[in-house]
C-alpha cells in the first residue's frame, strides 16, 4: 500500500515535469501562437525582473481579500446556524441568499467602485464571494449532524442550543471548513474582480489591467501565478485544517436516517407569505443601502429609477433593444459552457473513485484554472483562439469546472465503503460498481453543483466578453461604463442577476421531483 | 424515591406517514413498569418497540395517549437528570475521547464534570476499558463502543434507564458477560429498566417482565412474568425452569 502511494505520487510528479518540459519547448520555439504561451523560464525571468513591482500590488489585493474573507465567512457562519435552526427564517432569507449567490461580480464591480471608495468595493465583492459558500456548507453541516447524536442529548433534555453546542457546530466543522476552502480563492477573485472595477492604484488587478495592453505575455503569466499562487496557498491552508479535523469526525458507522428529512408543513397561506417576503426582501435591501448611502440620483438608479429608464424614458425603446440583443448572444453560450463544464466535472469525478490518486493528480490543475484563466488566460486564449465564441466557451466550461468537480468528489467519498462492497462482493466490475452505486449516490451532488455552476457559468462568459470578445452582456457592461450610462450599467446588473435566478430556480424545480422519486434529499 | 419512579403508558397510539402509505406502529398500547422493576420489550422487527421506547424517553410524541414517568413528562423527567439511556447504535461522538463522551449527558444536564470524576472513572473499570479512557470511538471495535454507551447511560446514576438493543452488535460471548454486568449493576442500583431486546434469552436472564409484542399493528399481546430468583447466575442459563420461559415467550411470539 505505502509503495503504491508512493509510487502514484511519483507518476503524479512525473506527469508535471514532462507537463513543464513539453511547455518550455513550445515556448522556446513559439509554436502557439507565435509566442503567446512564453516558456516557464521567460516566465520566471520576467517574475525576477518585475519583482519589486509585486509587493505592493499583491499586499493590496491580500488586504481587499483577506478583510472580505473575514468579514463575509463571520456573516455566512451565522447566517447559516440561523437558517439552520429557524427554517422560516431559511425561507425568507431564500430571496438574498439566492440574489448574492447569482451575483455576477463582474456585473455589480462598476456600480460598487462608483458608490464607495478606497478598499470597500474590493473588501465586499471578497466577502459576497464567500458568503454563499460558507453559508450553504454550514447549514448542511448542521443538519447533516448524525440524528443518533442528536436524540442522545434529547434524551438528556437537551434543547436546541445544547444540540447546537454540543453536537452540530462540531460536526458541521469539517463541512464548514471545505466551505472555506472554496472561499479562499473565491475572495481573492473577487478582489481583483473589483479592481478591474477602477479605483485604487494598487493591486493585481490593476496591474493586470494596465499590463494587458502592453503585448506582454510573459508579464500576464506572472501576474497570473502570483494571483493562483494566493488563492493555493489559501486553499492549500484550509485543506490541511480539514483534514485536522475530518480524522476525528469520520461517522463511526453508517447513519440509518436520512439526513435533514424534517418535513415543515405550513399552511399555504404563511407560504406565499414567506414566499413573497423573499422576493421582496433583496430589493428592499438595495433601495435602503443606495438611500443610506447617499448616492446622487443620477447614479444610483432605485428600482423605479430603473423601470423608469427602461420603460418610460424616450430613450428606452433603444435600451431595450441594445439589453435584448446582448443577452441573445451571452444566453446560449452560457447554457452550452456550463453544461460542458459540468459534464467534465462530473466524469472526473466519477473516474476519481476509480483512481483516488487523479485528484491528487489533478487537483493543482483545478486550482490553477480556478484563478489563471479569469484574469491572464483570456489575452492568452484570445490569440490561441482567435475573438470568437470558442473563447468563451473554454473560460466558461474552467471557471463552471473546479466548484462543480469539488462538489461531486467530494459526495462520491461520503458513499460508505458497505455501499461500494456489496457489488464488488458479487463480483462487479467497478464499472458496475459505478453504474450501480456511485453515479445514483452522487445525483444529489450533481445537482448541487449545477446550482452552483450556474451563476459562475454566466460570471465567465461576461468576463471573456468584456475582456476578449466584445460581445454580449458583459460588453455592453464595459461599454456603458465608458458612456457613464449608468441606467445601462444597473440594467446589465439586474438582469444578469435576474438571468441567474430563474437558471436557479428552474434546476430547483428539476431536482426537486427527480430526488423526491428516489427518497433522496437536496445536497447542498 | 422508589414508588415515584415508574414508567407509565396509556392507550398510546403512534402512526407514521411514509410514501403514500400509514403504518400504525403502536395501537391502543399501556404498558406499566412499576418502580425499581426490570421490563423487557421483545418482538418481531417492525412491532414498535423502539417506538415506544423513543416516546417513553420523549423523543417523540403519541398521537392520542398519554405517557408518564414518575407522573410527569418524559421531557420533565429527562431535564430533572432522572433518566438514562443507551442506542441500539453506539451513537457516540466521534470527536470525543472514551472519558468525554461517558460525560456528555453531564454536559447537557449542565452538571460538574469534576464533581463527576470518580464515577467516570468507576464506570470506566465497570465496563472493562480502563487504558482506553482517552481513546476516540474510531478507534475501539464495536464492543467497546457499546460498552462506552452503556457507561454513559449510568453516568447520571438514573432512575429510569432505557436500553434500546444495547448489546445488538456484541458477540455471543460478550453479549452474556455484559448481561451478568448488567444485572449487577441494577441490583445495586435498583432503577426502573426498560429493555428493547431481539434476544429471548437476554430478556429472560435480566427481566422482571417480558412484554411481547407484534406488529401491524404494533401491540403488546402478552406479558410474562419471569418469577427466577436474583442474583441470576450465569449458570441459569442452562437450567429447565430457563428454558421453560424462553419456550413460553418463543411461542407467545408466534402467536400461541
Known amino acids: 500500500m505505502a509503495i503504491e502511494a508512493i509510487a502514484a505520487r511519483f507518476s503524479t510528479l512525473r506527469n508535471w515535469l514532462v507537463l513543464l518540459v513539453l511547455w518550455e519547448i513550445c515556448g522556446r520555439l513559439q509554436v502557439i501562437a507565435s509566442g503567446a504561451l512564453p516558456a516557464p523560464s521567460s516566465i520566471l525571468m520576467r517574475l525576477w525582473i518585475d519583482r519589486a513591482d509585486y509587493p505592493p500590488h499583491i499586499l493590496a489585493t491580500l488586504e481587499g481579500a483577506g478583510a472580505g474573507f473575514l468579514i463575509g465567512n463571520s456573516l455566512a457562519v451565522a447566517a447559516g446556524v440561523l437558517f439552520a435552526l429557524f427554517p422560516m427564517a431559511a425561507r425568507l432569507g431564500r430571496g438574498v441568499n439566492i440574489a448574492l449567490f447569482a451575483l455576477p461580480a463582474i456585473a455589480i464591480s462598476p456600480l460598487l467602485v462608483l458608490t464607495f471608495s478606497g478598499a470597500t468595493p474590493r473588501i465586499i465583492l471578497a466577502a459576497i464571494g464567500c458568503y454563499f459558500v460558507t453559508m450553504s456548507s454550514t447549514v448542511t453541516g448542521i443538519s447533516q449532524t448524525d440524528a443518533r447524536m442528536i436524540d442522545v442529548i434529547r434524551a438528556y433534555g437537551g434543547g436546541r442550543w445544547s444540540i447546537l453546542a454540543l453536537a452540530q457546530m462540531r460536526s458541521a466543522l469539517p463541512a464548514i471548513l471545505s466551505g472555506l476552502r472554496i472561499a479562499a480563492p473565491n475572495a481573492v477573485l473577487g478582489s481583483i474582480l473589483a479592481e478591474f472595477g477602477g479605483g485604487g492604484r494598487f493591486g493585481l488587478g490593476v496591474y493586470l489591467l494596465g499590463s494587458l495592453g502592453r503585448a506582454e505575455p510573459d508579464r500576464l503569466w506572472g501576474i497570473g501565478l502570483a494571483a493562483t499562487l494566493i488563492a493555493g496557498l489559501a486553499y492549500a491552508l484550509f485543506s490541511l485544517i480539514a483534514v485536522r479535523f475530518t480524522g476525528a469526525t469520520k461517522a463511526v458507522t453508517v447513519p440509518a436516517t436520512a439526513p435533514g428529512g424534517e418535513a415543515t408543513s405550513w399552511p399555504l397561506w404563511l407560504r406565499l407569505l414567506l414566499s413573497t417576503g423573499s422576493i421582496l426582501i433583496p430589493i428592499a435591501l438595495w433601495w435602503l443601502l443606495l438611500i443610506a448611502m447617499g448616492t446622487p440620483a443620477m447614479i444610483a438608479k432605485t428600482p423605479v429609477g430603473l423601470f423608469e429608464y427602461l420603460f418610460l424614458l424616450p430613450n428606452s425603446g433603444v435600451s431595450q433593444m441594445k439589453l435584448l440583443a446582448a443577452l441573445g448572444q451571452t444566453l446560449p453560450l452560457t447554457i452550452v459552457g456550463m453544461a460542458l463544464g459540468i459534464a467534465f466535472a462530473f466524469g472526473l469525478a466519477l473516474m476519481s473513485v476509480l483512481r483516488p490518486g487523479i485528484i491528487r493528480g489533478f487537483m493543482p490543475v483545478a486550482l490553477v484554472t480556478q484563478t489563471m484563466p479569469l484574469v491572464a488566460l483570456t489575452p492568452l486564449l484570445v490569440l490561441m483562439l482567435g475573438r470568437g465564441p470558442s473563447v468563451i466557451l473554454w473560460i466558461t466550461i474552467s471557471v463552471t469546472f473546479f466548484p462543480a468537480f469539488v462538489t461531486m468528489a467530494q459526495g462520491l467519498s461520503m458513499v460508505p465503503r458497505a455501499a461500494l462492497d456489496v457489488p464488488r462482493a458479487y463480483g462487479a466490475s467497478l464499472f458496475t460498481q459505478l453504474r450501480l452505486v456511485s453515479v445514483p449516490a452522487s445525483l444529489p451532488y450533481l445537482f448541487a453543483a449545477t446550482r452552483l455552476a450556474v451563476p459562475r457559468a454566466l460570471l465567465g462568459v461576461m468576463i471573456a466578453e468584456w475582456l476578449a470578445t466584445g460581445t454580449g452582456l458583459g460588453n455592453l457592461l464595459n461599454q456603458s461604463r465608458g458612456y457613464l450610462d449608468y441606467g445601462m450599467i444597473w440594467a446589465v446588473a439586474v438582469v444578469s442577476v435576474l438571468m441567474s435566478v430563474v437558471f436557479y430556480q428552474c434546476v430547483v424545480l428539476i431536482e426537486r421531483p427527480v430526488l423526491a422519486r428516489r427518497g433522496m434529499h437536496a445536497a447542498q | ?256
Not at chain 2, 418524559?74 to 437528570?81: S, T
Not at chain 2, 442500583?189 to 437476554?202: K, M, N, P, W, Y
Open chain 2, 1 to 256: 424515591m422508589t414508588g415515584q419512579s415508574g414508567i407509565r403508558l396509556e392507550n398510546v397510539s403512534r402512526s407514521f406517514k411514509g410514501r403514500g402509505a400509514t403504518v400504525q406502529a403502536l395501537d391502543q398500547v399501556s404498558l406499566d413498569c412499576p418502580a425499581g422493576s426490570f421490563t423487557a420489550l421483545i418482538g418481531p422487527s417492525g412491532c414498535g418497540k423502539s417506538t415506544m421506547l423513543r416516546l417513553a424517553l420523549g423523543l417523540d410524541h403519541a398521537d392520542s395517549g398519554a405517557v408518564s414517568i414518575a407522573g410527569i413528562t418524559p421531557m420533565e423527567a429527562a431535564r430533572a437528570g432522572m433518566t438514562g439511556v443507551a442506542f441500539q447504535d453506539a451513537a457516540l461522538m466521534p470527536w470525543r475521547n472514551v472519558e468525554d463522551n461517558i460525560a456528555l449527558p453531564l454536559d447537557v444536564l449542565r452538571k460538574s464534570r469534576r464533581d463527576n470524576a470518580g464515577k467516570i472513572a468507576s464506570l470506566i473499570e465497570l465496563v472493562g476499558l480502563s487504558g482506553f479512557e482517552k481513546a476516540l470511538p474510531g478507534e475501539l471495535s464495536g464492543g467497546m463502543r457499546q460498552r462506552v454507551a452503556i457507561a454513559r447511560s449510568l453516568v447520571t446514576n438514573p432512575q429510569v434507564l432505557f436500553l434500546d438493543e444495547p448489546f445488538g452488535a456484541l458477540d455471543q460471548i460478550l453479549r452474556r458477560q455484559m448481561n451478568v454486568e448488567l444485572q449487577r449493576i441494577w441490583i445495586s442500583s435498583r432503577a426502573t429498566t426498560l429493555l428493547v431486546t431481539h434476544g429471548i434469552d437476554e430478556a429472560v436472564f435480566l427481566a422482571d417482565r417480558v412484554a411481547v409484542m407484534q406488529s401491524k399493528p404494533g401491540r403488546i399481546t402478552r406479558i410474562v412474568d419471569i418469577p427466577l430468583m436474583r442474583p441470576r447466575r450465569p449458570d441459569i442459563f442452562t437450567s429447565a425452569e430457563f428454558h421453560r420461559l424462553e419456550d413460553e415467550i418463543a411461542g407467545a411470539l408466534d402467536g400461541h
